[in-house]
Protein backbone atom coordinates (compact mmCIF):
# COMPACT_ATOMS: atom_id res chain seq x y z
CA UNK A 1 0.00 0.00 0.00
CA UNK A 2 1.26 3.57 -0.76
CA UNK A 3 0.13 6.43 0.48
CA UNK A 4 -0.03 10.43 -0.38
CA UNK A 5 -0.13 13.66 1.39
CA UNK A 6 -1.90 16.57 0.58
CA UNK A 7 -1.62 19.87 2.29
CA UNK A 8 -3.41 23.63 1.92
CA UNK A 9 -2.52 26.80 4.06
CA UNK A 10 -4.86 29.01 4.16
CA UNK A 11 -4.96 32.37 6.23
CA UNK A 12 -6.73 30.64 8.89
CA UNK A 13 -6.19 26.84 9.00
CA UNK A 14 -3.81 24.64 7.60
CA UNK A 15 -5.11 21.31 6.43
CA UNK A 16 -4.02 18.00 5.63
CA UNK A 17 -5.06 14.87 4.69
CA UNK A 18 -3.47 11.78 3.53
CA UNK A 19 -5.02 9.27 1.18
CA UNK A 20 -4.22 5.68 0.29
CA UNK A 21 -3.33 4.44 -3.44
CA UNK A 22 -7.53 4.25 -4.23
CA UNK A 23 -7.63 7.91 -3.52
CA UNK A 24 -9.61 7.50 0.36
CA UNK A 25 -8.80 9.67 3.04
CA UNK A 26 -7.50 7.33 5.76
CA UNK A 27 -6.68 10.12 8.07
CA UNK A 28 -7.39 14.16 7.93
CA UNK A 29 -6.49 17.25 10.02
CA UNK A 30 -7.12 20.82 10.40
CA UNK A 31 -4.32 23.02 12.76
CA UNK A 32 -4.02 26.68 12.79
CA UNK A 33 -1.70 28.44 10.32
CA UNK A 34 1.39 30.21 12.21
CA UNK A 35 2.80 33.11 11.46
CA UNK A 36 5.75 31.54 9.64
CA UNK A 37 3.73 28.89 7.64
CA UNK A 38 6.01 26.64 8.39
CA UNK A 39 5.05 25.33 11.89
CA UNK A 40 1.58 25.41 10.81
CA UNK A 41 2.83 22.47 7.69
CA UNK A 42 4.35 20.93 10.29
CA UNK A 43 1.68 20.58 13.10
CA UNK A 44 -0.05 19.33 10.18
CA UNK A 45 2.10 16.10 9.19
CA UNK A 46 2.78 15.22 13.06
CA UNK A 47 -1.23 15.03 13.95
CA UNK A 48 -1.90 13.38 10.32
CA UNK A 49 0.89 10.61 11.41
CA UNK A 50 -0.68 10.65 14.67
CA UNK A 51 -3.80 9.23 13.42
CA UNK A 52 -2.81 6.32 11.27
CA UNK A 53 0.13 3.64 11.83
CA UNK A 54 1.43 3.62 8.46
CA UNK A 55 5.04 2.56 6.87
CA UNK A 56 6.54 6.42 6.32
CA UNK A 57 8.46 5.22 3.55
CA UNK A 58 4.83 4.26 2.00
CA UNK A 59 4.30 7.91 1.79
CA UNK A 60 5.59 8.68 -1.76
CA UNK A 61 3.84 11.96 -2.59
CA UNK A 62 3.64 15.31 -1.13
CA UNK A 63 0.74 17.92 -2.59
CA UNK A 64 1.46 21.74 -1.18
CA UNK A 65 -1.58 24.31 -1.85
CA UNK A 66 0.02 27.47 -0.84
CA UNK A 67 -0.67 31.29 -0.30
CA UNK A 68 2.77 32.16 0.12
CA UNK A 69 3.16 33.68 -3.34
CA UNK A 70 -0.22 35.69 -2.98
CA UNK A 71 0.80 37.50 0.29
CA UNK A 72 4.69 37.95 -1.39
CA UNK A 73 2.73 40.46 -3.66
CA UNK A 74 -0.19 41.53 -1.59
CA UNK A 75 1.59 42.40 1.21
CA UNK A 76 4.98 43.60 -0.96
CA UNK A 77 7.02 41.52 1.32
CA UNK A 78 9.71 39.18 -0.02
CA UNK A 79 10.07 40.14 -3.06
CA UNK A 80 13.50 39.86 -4.81
CA UNK A 81 15.73 42.27 -6.83
CA UNK A 82 14.79 41.35 -10.76
CA UNK A 83 16.44 43.46 -13.91
CA UNK A 84 13.88 43.07 -16.72
CA UNK A 85 13.89 43.27 -20.58
CA UNK A 86 11.09 44.32 -22.89
CA UNK A 87 12.05 43.28 -26.54
CA UNK A 88 10.14 46.13 -28.23
CA UNK A 89 12.24 48.64 -29.14
CA UNK A 90 10.98 51.29 -31.23
CA UNK A 91 7.72 49.89 -31.51
CA UNK A 92 6.65 49.86 -27.25
CA UNK A 93 8.99 52.70 -26.57
CA UNK A 94 5.41 54.93 -25.91
CA UNK A 95 4.58 52.89 -22.83
CA UNK A 96 6.89 51.79 -20.60
CA UNK A 97 7.20 48.56 -18.66
CA UNK A 98 4.99 48.91 -14.78
CA UNK A 99 3.41 51.56 -15.85
CA UNK A 100 -0.11 50.61 -14.87
CA UNK A 101 0.64 48.99 -11.64
CA UNK A 102 0.54 51.05 -7.80
CA UNK A 103 3.19 53.30 -7.28
CA UNK A 104 4.39 51.29 -3.89
CA UNK A 105 5.03 47.79 -5.93
CA UNK A 106 6.66 49.61 -8.70
CA UNK A 107 9.00 51.51 -6.61
CA UNK A 108 10.01 48.01 -5.55
CA UNK A 109 10.65 46.54 -8.78
CA UNK A 110 11.10 49.53 -10.96
CA UNK A 111 15.23 49.83 -10.44
CA UNK A 112 16.24 47.71 -13.74
CA UNK A 113 13.60 48.11 -16.80
CA UNK A 114 15.24 48.08 -20.00
CA UNK A 115 13.50 48.19 -23.34
CA UNK A 116 15.78 46.60 -26.18
CA UNK A 117 15.31 46.23 -30.12
CA UNK A 118 13.22 43.08 -30.63
CA UNK A 119 10.11 41.50 -31.08
CA UNK A 120 7.57 39.57 -33.61
CA UNK A 121 4.57 40.49 -35.82
CA UNK A 122 1.28 38.77 -35.11
CA UNK A 123 2.27 35.93 -37.38
CA UNK A 124 5.45 35.25 -36.56
CA UNK A 125 7.85 37.85 -38.95
CA UNK A 126 10.16 39.75 -37.55
CA UNK A 127 9.29 43.02 -35.79
CA UNK A 128 12.63 44.13 -34.89
CA UNK A 129 16.32 42.05 -35.03
CA UNK A 130 17.74 41.63 -31.27
CA UNK A 131 19.89 44.27 -30.02
CA UNK A 132 22.28 41.61 -28.37
CA UNK A 133 25.34 43.99 -27.80
CA UNK A 134 23.11 46.11 -25.71
CA UNK A 135 21.58 43.11 -23.62
CA UNK A 136 24.84 42.35 -22.43
CA UNK A 137 25.65 45.32 -21.48
CA UNK A 138 22.76 45.89 -19.73
CA UNK A 139 23.17 42.68 -18.12
CA UNK A 140 26.60 43.32 -17.06
CA UNK A 141 25.63 46.64 -15.54
CA UNK A 142 22.85 44.57 -12.63
CA UNK A 143 25.38 41.55 -12.02
CA UNK A 144 25.80 41.11 -8.31
CA UNK A 145 22.33 42.95 -8.03
CA UNK A 146 19.93 41.05 -8.98
CA UNK A 147 18.30 37.39 -7.99
CA UNK A 148 16.63 37.03 -11.36
CA UNK A 149 15.89 38.14 -14.54
CA UNK A 150 12.26 38.81 -16.51
CA UNK A 151 11.81 38.83 -20.23
CA UNK A 152 9.11 40.00 -22.68
CA UNK A 153 8.92 39.91 -26.05
CA UNK A 154 5.92 41.13 -28.35
CA UNK A 155 3.94 38.40 -29.42
CA UNK A 156 6.60 35.86 -27.67
CA UNK A 157 3.32 33.33 -27.62
CA UNK A 158 3.90 33.17 -31.13
CA UNK A 159 7.08 32.76 -31.77
CA UNK A 160 9.86 32.66 -28.21
CA UNK A 161 13.03 32.67 -30.15
CA UNK A 162 14.30 35.89 -28.88
CA UNK A 163 13.27 35.41 -25.11
CA UNK A 164 14.85 31.88 -25.20
CA UNK A 165 18.39 33.93 -26.82
CA UNK A 166 17.96 36.63 -24.44
CA UNK A 167 18.10 33.71 -21.47
CA UNK A 168 20.93 32.37 -22.99
CA UNK A 169 22.97 35.52 -23.07
CA UNK A 170 22.01 36.27 -18.86
CA UNK A 171 23.07 32.43 -18.05
CA UNK A 172 26.43 33.61 -20.08
CA UNK A 173 27.24 36.70 -18.17
CA UNK A 174 25.43 36.21 -14.28
CA UNK A 175 25.88 32.50 -14.55
CA UNK A 176 23.99 29.30 -15.00
CA UNK A 177 21.99 29.44 -11.86
CA UNK A 178 20.75 33.04 -12.65
CA UNK A 179 16.67 32.47 -12.43
CA UNK A 180 15.06 33.22 -16.06
CA UNK A 181 10.84 33.90 -16.68
CA UNK A 182 9.79 33.79 -19.64
CA UNK A 183 6.65 35.86 -20.83
CA UNK A 184 5.62 33.58 -23.52
CA UNK A 185 5.87 30.57 -20.81
CA UNK A 186 4.01 32.36 -18.73
CA UNK A 187 1.10 34.30 -20.14
CA UNK A 188 -1.31 34.67 -22.99
CA UNK A 189 -2.25 37.44 -26.16
CA UNK A 190 -1.50 41.15 -24.64
CA UNK A 191 1.55 42.29 -24.21
CA UNK A 192 1.28 44.95 -21.14
CA UNK A 193 -0.43 42.13 -18.78
CA UNK A 194 1.71 39.45 -19.84
CA UNK A 195 4.97 41.56 -19.19
CA UNK A 196 3.17 42.16 -15.81
CA UNK A 197 2.95 38.78 -14.97
CA UNK A 198 6.01 37.87 -16.12
CA UNK A 199 7.99 40.27 -13.91
CA UNK A 200 5.94 39.39 -10.65
CA UNK A 201 6.96 35.50 -11.60
CA UNK A 202 10.69 36.78 -11.44
CA UNK A 203 10.29 38.72 -8.21
CA UNK A 204 8.77 35.72 -6.54
CA UNK A 205 12.25 33.69 -6.96
CA UNK A 206 13.44 34.41 -3.37
CA UNK A 207 9.76 33.19 -1.93
CA UNK A 208 9.08 30.10 -3.81
CA UNK A 209 12.53 28.64 -2.82
CA UNK A 210 11.93 29.27 0.77
CA UNK A 211 8.54 27.82 0.52
CA UNK A 212 9.85 24.44 -1.44
CA UNK A 213 13.30 23.96 0.81
CA UNK A 214 10.65 24.61 4.12
CA UNK A 215 8.38 22.10 2.32
CA UNK A 216 11.16 19.28 1.46
CA UNK A 217 12.70 20.16 5.32
CA UNK A 218 9.44 19.64 7.10
CA UNK A 219 8.79 16.32 5.28
CA UNK A 220 12.01 15.13 5.86
CA UNK A 221 11.62 16.10 9.62
CA UNK A 222 9.23 13.46 9.83
CA UNK A 223 11.19 10.84 7.67
CA UNK A 224 9.37 11.33 4.73
CA UNK A 225 10.77 11.01 1.61
CA UNK A 226 8.34 11.73 -1.08
CA UNK A 227 7.90 13.29 -4.54
CA UNK A 228 7.09 17.08 -3.95
CA UNK A 229 4.50 18.33 -5.86
CA UNK A 230 2.42 22.24 -5.75
CA UNK A 231 -0.90 23.05 -6.96
CA UNK A 232 -1.84 25.21 -9.51
CA UNK A 233 -3.89 27.66 -10.22
CA UNK A 234 -6.04 25.62 -12.99
CA UNK A 235 -6.58 22.93 -10.41
CA UNK A 236 -3.67 20.66 -11.37
CA UNK A 237 -0.21 19.94 -10.12
CA UNK A 238 3.42 20.70 -10.78
CA UNK A 239 6.28 19.23 -9.98
CA UNK A 240 9.43 20.74 -7.77
CA UNK A 241 11.12 22.09 -10.57
CA UNK A 242 8.23 23.67 -12.67
CA UNK A 243 7.15 25.36 -9.45
CA UNK A 244 10.56 26.80 -8.71
CA UNK A 245 10.43 27.90 -12.24
CA UNK A 246 7.24 29.32 -12.38
CA UNK A 247 5.98 30.41 -8.82
CA UNK A 248 2.72 32.65 -10.20
CA UNK A 249 1.10 29.77 -10.95
CA UNK A 250 0.79 28.81 -7.70
CA UNK A 251 -1.52 31.93 -7.01
CA UNK A 252 -5.22 31.50 -6.51
CA UNK A 253 -4.58 27.44 -5.86
CA UNK A 254 -6.07 27.79 -2.87
CA UNK A 255 -9.56 27.96 -4.12
CA UNK A 256 -9.64 25.89 -6.88
CA UNK A 257 -8.00 23.02 -4.45
CA UNK A 258 -11.41 23.33 -2.82
CA UNK A 259 -13.19 23.25 -6.55
CA UNK A 260 -11.16 19.67 -7.37
CA UNK A 261 -11.94 18.70 -3.48
CA UNK A 262 -15.56 19.24 -4.26
CA UNK A 263 -16.07 17.45 -7.16
CA UNK A 264 -14.13 14.19 -6.42
CA UNK A 265 -15.96 14.26 -2.23
CA UNK A 266 -19.37 15.24 -3.80
CA UNK A 267 -19.13 12.55 -7.24
CA UNK A 268 -20.06 15.64 -9.19
CA UNK A 269 -18.27 17.35 -12.36
CA UNK A 270 -21.01 20.02 -12.80
CA UNK A 271 -21.84 22.55 -10.04
CA UNK A 272 -21.08 26.05 -8.55
CA UNK A 273 -18.76 25.33 -5.33
CA UNK A 274 -18.75 28.00 -2.15
CA UNK A 275 -15.66 27.09 -0.15
CA UNK A 276 -16.38 28.91 3.35
CA UNK A 277 -12.99 29.56 5.57
CA UNK A 278 -12.84 31.78 8.72
CA UNK A 279 -12.32 35.02 7.01
CA UNK A 280 -13.36 34.72 3.49
CA UNK A 281 -15.40 32.66 1.11
CA UNK A 282 -14.41 31.60 -1.91
CA UNK A 283 -17.01 30.64 -4.87
CA UNK A 284 -16.18 29.19 -8.28
CA UNK A 285 -18.26 27.14 -11.03
CA UNK A 286 -16.82 23.59 -11.20
CA UNK A 287 -16.87 22.19 -15.13
CA UNK A 288 -16.30 19.19 -16.64
CA UNK A 289 -14.47 18.23 -12.69
CA UNK A 290 -12.28 21.26 -13.39
CA UNK A 291 -12.69 24.96 -12.30
CA UNK A 292 -14.06 27.20 -14.31
CA UNK A 293 -11.23 29.74 -16.35
CA UNK A 294 -11.73 33.12 -16.09
CA UNK A 295 -12.39 34.82 -19.31
CA UNK A 296 -11.09 38.68 -18.37
CA UNK A 297 -7.62 39.98 -16.96
CA UNK A 298 -7.13 39.22 -13.78
CA UNK A 299 -6.05 42.07 -10.98
CA UNK A 300 -3.23 40.33 -8.17
CA UNK A 301 -2.29 42.75 -5.46
CA UNK A 302 -3.51 45.82 -8.28
CA UNK A 303 -1.55 44.34 -10.94
CA UNK A 304 -3.44 43.35 -14.08
CA UNK A 305 -2.23 40.18 -15.50
CA UNK A 306 -3.19 37.55 -18.36
CA UNK A 307 -2.37 34.30 -17.42
CA UNK A 308 -4.60 31.60 -16.46
CA UNK A 309 -6.92 32.17 -13.33
CA UNK A 310 -9.70 30.66 -12.03
CA UNK A 311 -13.29 32.48 -12.30
CA UNK A 312 -13.50 32.87 -8.57
CA UNK A 313 -15.57 35.67 -6.67
CA UNK A 314 -13.78 36.10 -3.28
CA UNK A 315 -16.16 37.97 -0.36
CA UNK A 316 -15.20 39.01 2.82
CA UNK A 317 -17.29 36.09 4.70
CA UNK A 318 -16.51 33.33 7.08
CA UNK A 319 -16.63 32.05 10.20
CA UNK A 320 -14.84 34.58 12.01
CA UNK A 321 -15.86 37.73 10.56
CA UNK A 322 -17.46 40.13 12.28
CA UNK A 323 -21.16 40.59 12.68
CA UNK A 324 -21.41 44.85 13.44
CA UNK A 325 -24.66 47.31 13.52
CA UNK A 326 -24.40 50.21 11.61
CA UNK A 327 -25.80 53.36 13.09
CA UNK A 328 -28.83 53.74 10.18
CA UNK A 329 -29.40 49.55 11.99
CA UNK A 330 -28.31 47.88 9.23
CA UNK A 331 -25.95 44.63 9.35
CA UNK A 332 -22.95 44.59 8.25
CA UNK A 333 -20.75 41.37 7.98
CA UNK A 334 -16.91 41.77 7.87
CA UNK A 335 -14.48 42.01 5.61
CA UNK A 336 -12.54 42.65 9.58
CA UNK A 337 -12.10 38.91 11.43
CA UNK A 338 -10.67 37.28 14.13
CA UNK A 339 -9.44 34.69 12.10
CA UNK A 340 -7.04 31.60 13.39
CA UNK A 341 -8.40 33.97 16.94
CA UNK A 342 -11.98 32.61 16.54
CA UNK A 343 -11.83 30.31 19.78
CA UNK A 344 -10.63 33.41 21.32
CA UNK A 345 -12.68 35.70 20.13
CA UNK A 346 -15.87 34.22 19.35
CA UNK A 347 -19.04 35.33 21.75
CA UNK A 348 -19.95 31.07 22.12
CA UNK A 349 -15.83 30.67 22.96
CA UNK A 350 -15.72 34.02 26.07
CA UNK A 351 -14.48 36.32 23.67
CA UNK A 352 -16.39 40.01 23.11
CA UNK A 353 -16.69 39.94 19.15
CA UNK A 354 -20.16 38.94 17.68
CA UNK A 355 -19.22 36.80 14.92
CA UNK A 356 -21.28 34.44 12.24
CA UNK A 357 -20.42 31.61 13.96
CA UNK A 358 -22.18 33.22 16.92
CA UNK A 359 -24.83 33.50 14.72
CA UNK A 360 -24.91 30.03 13.36
CA UNK A 361 -24.96 28.91 17.10
CA UNK A 362 -27.79 31.11 17.62
CA UNK A 363 -29.71 29.21 14.26
CA UNK A 364 -28.72 26.27 15.82
CA UNK A 365 -26.74 25.41 12.28
CA UNK A 366 -23.89 24.21 14.40
CA UNK A 367 -23.15 23.21 18.03
CA UNK A 368 -20.03 25.16 19.04
CA UNK A 369 -18.62 26.39 22.31
CA UNK A 370 -20.81 27.77 24.73
CA UNK A 371 -24.50 28.78 23.77
CA UNK A 372 -25.30 30.00 26.70
CA UNK A 373 -22.97 32.91 26.05
CA UNK A 374 -25.43 34.03 23.25
CA UNK A 375 -29.02 33.89 24.74
CA UNK A 376 -28.62 37.40 25.31
CA UNK A 377 -28.77 38.34 21.33
CA UNK A 378 -32.18 39.59 20.12
CA UNK A 379 -33.81 36.76 18.09
CA UNK A 380 -34.26 39.95 15.50
CA UNK A 381 -30.57 40.34 15.36
CA UNK A 382 -29.72 37.03 14.96
CA UNK A 383 -32.48 36.38 11.84
CA UNK A 384 -31.54 39.94 10.14
CA UNK A 385 -27.35 38.66 10.84
CA UNK A 386 -28.51 35.21 9.43
CA UNK A 387 -29.96 36.41 6.07
CA UNK A 388 -27.50 39.03 5.68
CA UNK A 389 -24.57 36.61 5.20
CA UNK A 390 -26.48 33.87 3.54
CA UNK A 391 -27.91 36.66 1.11
CA UNK A 392 -23.98 37.49 0.69
CA UNK A 393 -23.44 34.11 -0.92
CA UNK A 394 -26.58 33.96 -2.57
CA UNK A 395 -25.58 37.03 -4.88
CA UNK A 396 -22.83 35.75 -5.25
CA UNK A 397 -23.81 32.28 -6.95
CA UNK A 398 -26.67 34.25 -9.02
CA UNK A 399 -23.65 36.63 -10.76
CA UNK A 400 -21.75 33.50 -11.55
CA UNK A 401 -24.42 31.13 -13.20
CA UNK A 402 -24.63 31.45 -16.91
CA UNK A 403 -28.46 31.12 -17.09
CA UNK A 404 -31.04 30.88 -15.50
CA UNK A 405 -31.59 27.43 -14.16
CA UNK A 406 -31.20 26.30 -10.95
CA UNK A 407 -27.04 24.47 -10.58
CA UNK A 408 -26.37 21.74 -7.66
CA UNK A 409 -24.25 23.93 -5.06
CA UNK A 410 -21.47 22.18 -3.07
CA UNK A 411 -20.52 23.42 0.67
CA UNK A 412 -17.18 22.76 1.43
CA UNK A 413 -14.08 24.63 4.31
CA UNK A 414 -14.22 24.90 7.66
CA UNK A 415 -17.53 27.28 7.55
CA UNK A 416 -19.37 24.93 5.36
CA UNK A 417 -21.87 24.56 8.14
CA UNK A 418 -22.51 28.12 8.65
CA UNK A 419 -25.17 27.79 5.47
CA UNK A 420 -28.12 26.35 5.29
CA UNK A 421 -29.20 23.36 2.72
CA UNK A 422 -31.24 25.40 1.18
CA UNK A 423 -29.89 28.25 -1.24
CA UNK A 424 -31.79 30.52 -3.56
CA UNK A 425 -30.78 29.24 -7.28
CA UNK A 426 -29.69 26.03 -6.30
CA UNK A 427 -31.03 23.19 -7.58
CA UNK A 428 -29.73 21.01 -4.32
CA UNK A 429 -27.05 21.65 -1.79
CA UNK A 430 -24.64 18.78 -1.40
CA UNK A 431 -22.32 19.04 1.93
CA UNK A 432 -20.34 16.18 1.18
CA UNK A 433 -18.17 13.99 4.08
CA UNK A 434 -14.74 15.51 4.73
CA UNK A 435 -15.86 19.07 3.33
CA UNK A 436 -13.79 20.78 5.70
CA UNK A 437 -10.49 19.79 4.44
CA UNK A 438 -11.60 19.65 0.53
CA UNK A 439 -9.19 21.98 -0.08
CA UNK A 440 -6.06 19.44 1.20
CA UNK A 441 -8.29 16.40 -0.86
CA UNK A 442 -8.41 18.28 -3.76
CA UNK A 443 -4.56 19.29 -4.37
CA UNK A 444 -4.06 15.42 -3.15
CA UNK A 445 -6.05 13.98 -6.03
CA UNK A 446 -5.50 16.51 -8.39
CA UNK A 447 -4.05 15.33 -12.21
CA UNK A 448 -1.34 16.94 -14.35
CA UNK A 449 -1.93 19.55 -16.85
CA UNK A 450 -0.29 20.80 -20.02
CA UNK A 451 -1.13 23.82 -22.32
CA UNK A 452 -1.22 26.23 -25.45
CA UNK A 453 -2.43 29.49 -26.25
CA UNK A 454 -0.51 30.55 -29.54
CA UNK A 455 -1.65 32.40 -32.15
CA UNK A 456 -1.96 30.76 -36.18
CA UNK A 457 -2.75 32.14 -39.50
CA UNK A 458 -5.16 30.51 -41.40
CA UNK A 459 -3.96 32.07 -44.51
CA UNK A 460 -1.95 29.04 -45.72
CA UNK A 461 -3.32 26.26 -42.92
CA UNK A 462 -6.98 24.94 -42.33
CA UNK A 463 -8.60 25.10 -38.89
CA UNK A 464 -8.33 21.55 -38.34
CA UNK A 465 -5.01 21.03 -38.65
CA UNK A 466 -3.95 23.76 -36.69
CA UNK A 467 -6.35 22.22 -33.57
CA UNK A 468 -4.37 19.25 -33.85
CA UNK A 469 -0.89 20.03 -34.14
CA UNK A 470 -2.49 22.28 -30.48
CA UNK A 471 -4.00 19.35 -28.96
CA UNK A 472 -0.75 17.06 -29.77
CA UNK A 473 1.75 19.88 -27.71
CA UNK A 474 -0.96 19.96 -24.98
CA UNK A 475 -0.57 16.14 -24.85
CA UNK A 476 2.96 16.45 -24.67
CA UNK A 477 3.56 19.23 -21.93
CA UNK A 478 0.70 17.14 -19.76
CA UNK A 479 3.45 13.78 -20.29
CA UNK A 480 6.12 16.04 -19.66
CA UNK A 481 4.47 17.25 -16.31
CA UNK A 482 4.38 13.72 -15.01
CA UNK A 483 0.77 12.55 -16.72
CA UNK A 484 0.63 8.55 -17.48
CA UNK A 485 0.47 8.67 -21.39
CA UNK A 486 -2.87 6.69 -21.26
CA UNK A 487 -4.20 8.44 -19.16
CA UNK A 488 -4.18 12.14 -20.96
CA UNK A 489 -7.49 13.65 -22.75
CA UNK A 490 -7.96 16.93 -23.99
CA UNK A 491 -10.50 19.12 -22.22
CA UNK A 492 -10.46 22.16 -23.57
CA UNK A 493 -9.89 23.42 -27.41
CA UNK A 494 -10.89 26.32 -28.84
CA UNK A 495 -10.43 28.96 -31.29
CA UNK A 496 -11.21 32.88 -31.28
CA UNK A 497 -11.21 35.08 -33.97
CA UNK A 498 -9.05 38.21 -33.89
CA UNK A 499 -10.36 41.18 -35.43
CA UNK A 500 -8.52 43.47 -37.39
CA UNK A 501 -5.37 41.26 -38.18
CA UNK A 502 -4.60 40.39 -41.34
CA UNK A 503 -4.08 36.71 -42.83
CA UNK A 504 -7.07 35.14 -40.39
CA UNK A 505 -5.50 34.99 -37.72
CA UNK A 506 -7.25 33.15 -35.03
CA UNK A 507 -6.16 32.40 -31.28
CA UNK A 508 -5.95 28.67 -30.26
CA UNK A 509 -5.97 26.96 -26.78
CA UNK A 510 -5.72 23.75 -25.86
CA UNK A 511 -5.41 22.00 -22.45
CA UNK A 512 -4.71 18.52 -22.02
CA UNK A 513 -5.04 16.72 -18.40
CA UNK A 514 -3.99 13.15 -16.98
CA UNK A 515 -3.82 11.31 -14.19
CA UNK A 516 -0.18 11.36 -12.15
CA UNK A 517 2.12 8.86 -12.02
CA UNK A 518 1.83 7.21 -8.40
Do not use: W
Amino acid sequence: MTYRIGIDVGGTNTDAALLDQDRMVIARTKQPTTPDIMSGIDNAIAALLDEVNIDKSAIRQAMLGTTHCTNAIVERKGLNPLAHFRLGAPATLAIPPLSDIPDGLRNLLSDRLFTVGGGYEYNGDLLAPLDEALIRRHLREVKGQVESISVCGVFAPVSDAQERRVACLAREELGPHIAVSLSGEIGSIGLLERENACILNAALHATVRDITEGFDQALRRHDIKADIYFGQNDGTLMPLKQARAFPIHTIASGPTNSIRGASYLADVRDAVVVDVGGTTTDIGILSKGFPRESSHAVEIGGVRTNFRMPDIISIGMGGGSIVQVDADNSIRIGPESVGYRLTRCAMVFGGDSLTVTDIAVAKGLIHLGDSRRIRHLPAELVERAYRRYVGMVEDVIDRLKTHDDPMPVILVGGGAALLPTRLRGASKVIRPVNADVANAAGVAIAQVSGSVDTIVSLEHRDRESCLADAALKARAAAITAGAIPGTVTIIDLDTLPLAYMPGNAVRIRAKAVGTLKF
